[in-house]
């Protein structure tokens, strides 16, 4: 599941929200799309007090499996 924040339209310092069913959380910025160089903000390419880092503070997400199981085709899962 994603989530783009873009508020002005403008494809610059854009947030993403990416959460997965047993709700890993990847939270970015990107500073301007990656074909005119932009550059990716995140705690996966950088540690906090670097200049890429970003991360969103005291968040609160949750996910719920309705029925199934994660990765099992045969279970028929809906999330």
């Known amino acids: ?3 783009f924040i873009d508020p002005p339209h403008s494809c610059h310092n854009y947030k ?4 997965n069913p047993i709700n890993t959380v990847w939270n970015l910025m990107l500073n301007k799309p990656y074909e005119d160089d ?3 903000h995140s705690g996966r390419i950088a540690k906090e007090g ?3 880092y ?3 503070r005291k968040q609160k ?3 719920k499996i ?3 199981s994660v990765n099992n ?3 028929g899962a809906t999330a």
């Open 1 to 3: 599941f994603e989530v």
């Open 16 to 19: 993403e929200l990416e959460v």
């Open 38 to 40: 932009g550059q990716e």
């Open 50 to 52: 670097d200049s890429l």
């Open 54 to 56: 970003y991360e969103v």
């Open 61 to 63: 997400t949750a996910t």
């Open 66 to 68: 309705l029925s199934g």
């Open 73 to 75: 085709h045969e279970a």
